[in-house]
C-alpha cells in the first residue's frame, strides 16, 4: 500500500465523520450543537482536502483548504455575534 493510496482511505473515512455529523446537524436539539456541527464541517472538511492534495499530488488544492478555514472562521464570528446576549453586541440596545 502506497502513502497516497493510505491519504485516500484517511480521507474517505473523515466524509463518512461528516456525514455522522450531518445527522447532528439534522437532529441537534439545540443551535449550538447544530454550529458544533458546521465547525466539524469545517475542520474535517480542510483535513479532507488537504489529504486529497497529497494523495492526488494536486498542490492547488492546498489553496481551497485555505479558503475553507477563512469561511469557516467568518462562520463562527457571525454566530457568536448573532447568538450571544445582547448586552455583548456593541451599537445595539438591549430590552
Do not use: C, H, K, W
Not at 477563512?70 to 457568536?80: D, K, P
Amino acid at each position: 500500500m502506497s502513502i497516497e493510496t493510505l491519504y485516500v482511505a484517511v480521507a474517505i473515512f473523515l466524509l463518512l465523520n461528516v456525514l455522522g455529523g450531518l445527522i447532528r446537524i439534522l437532529i441537534g436539539p439545540a443551535r449550538g450543537d447544530r454550529m458544533l456541527a458546521a465547525q466539524l464541517f469545517g475542520t474535517t472538511g480542510v483535513a479532507i482536502i488537504l489529504l486529497l492534495a497529497e494523495g492526488l499530488d494536486r498542490p492547488a488544492l492546498r489553496d481551497i483548504a485555505l479558503v475553507v478555514v477563512l469561511l469557516a472562521v467568518i462562520n463562527t464570528v457571525v454566530f457568536v455575534r448573532f447568538t450571544g446576549p445582547p448586552e455583548d453586541r456593541a451599537g445595539e440596545t438591549g430590552p
